[in-house]
């Protein structure tokens, strides 16, 4: 059974920092690519970045040098670290995971609820 459900957000000024978490349930990180996606307000979903299950990773231009994602395969847990927010970060930010990456990328997948992020200038 695939499953996850995110934590982390809140209310941050930009140049803040703040560090989403996404607990998936069994052995889902054991099979999938894992990933973090954000919806901005009246946006489509857009992915942020993606890990695979070699650990390696991929991310968005616009969050490169600025956001970290990580899993803890013993906890089942993804991490999606973000640093120097910014306005345009804000939105609902949501955990996937697919087996291939490829198709996560083009937003295909399960989903968590998501996680808002809220960031003032």
């Given at each position: 059974?695939v499953?996850?459900v995110?934590?982390?957000g809140?209310s941050?000024q930009?140049g803040g920092?703040?560090?989403?978490?996404c607990?998936a349930?069994?052995?889902?990180?054991?099979?999938?690519?894992?990933?973090w996606f954000h919806?901005?307000?009246?946006?489509?979903r857009k992915?942020?970045?993606?890990?695979?299950?070699?650990?390696?990773t991929d991310y968005?231009?616009?969050?490169?040098?600025?956001f970290?994602i990580?899993?803890?395969?013993?906890?089942?847990?993804?991490?999606?670290?973000?640093?120097?927010?910014?306005?345009?970060d804000t939105g609902?930010?949501y955990?996937a995971?697919e087996?291939?990456?490829?198709?996560?990328?083009?937003?295909?997948?399960?989903?968590g609820?998501?996680?808002q992020?809220t960031?003032?200038s």
């Amino acid at each position: 059974q695939v499953g996850m459900v995110e934590s982390g957000g809140g209310s941050v000024q930009a140049g803040g920092s703040l560090r989403l978490s996404c607990a998936a349930a069994g052995d889902t990180m054991r099979g999938h690519c894992m990933g973090w996606f954000h919806q901005a307000p009246g946006q489509e979903r857009k992915r942020v970045a993606h890990i695979d299950l070699g650990g390696s990773t991929d991310y968005a231009d616009s969050v490169k040098g600025r956001f970290t994602i990580s899993k803890d395969l013993n906890a089942n847990i993804v991490y999606l670290a973000m640093n120097s927010l910014k306005p345009e970060d804000t939105g609902i930010y949501y955990c996937a995971a697919e087996p291939t990456c490829g198709s996560l990328a083009r937003g295909i997948g399960y989903w968590g609820q998501g996680t808002q992020v809220t960031v003032s200038s």
